[in-house]
């Protein structure tokens, strides 16, 4: 069965990355860019630019894959994000 889950990084103009869950990237995009719906720490942050997606099996997995990411260094965010494999590995061993 095909899940709709997902891992994300969006870019916001300063260059700060966020990393979130979602079933539809889309739409979450647009809440954050949007007023009152998205998240509090990228408030006033836009332009908005999604960077990365990465699917998942089920939200069990997106969550773990979150919090894999949320822990890496940025330069390894930016890694992951330039779809380097090794870094890959760091998230999904």
């Known amino acids: 069965m095909k899940s709709?889950?997902?891992v994300y990084i969006l870019r916001t103009a300063a260059g700060m990355?966020?990393?979130?869950i979602t079933t539809d990237v889309d739409r979450?995009?647009?809440e954050h860019a949007g007023v009152g719906k998205g998240a509090r720490s990228l408030r006033g942050k836009g332009p908005l630019e999604l960077v990365y997606r990465l699917p998942a099996r089920d939200r069990s997995e997106a969550s773990r894959l979150e919090?894999?990411?949320k822990k890496l260094s940025r330069a390894d965010k930016l890694r992951l994000?330039?779809?380097?494999?090794a870094v890959l590995d760091l998230i999904n061993p």
């Not at 990355?17 to 979130?20: A, E, H, V």
């Not at 994000?81 to 494999?85: E, L, P, S, V």
């Open 4 to 6: 709709d889950w997902h």
């Open 17 to 20: 990355l966020y990393t979130g």
């Open 28 to 30: 979450r995009l647009a």
């Open 67 to 69: 919090a894999r990411i």
């Open 81 to 85: 994000i330039a779809d380097d494999r």
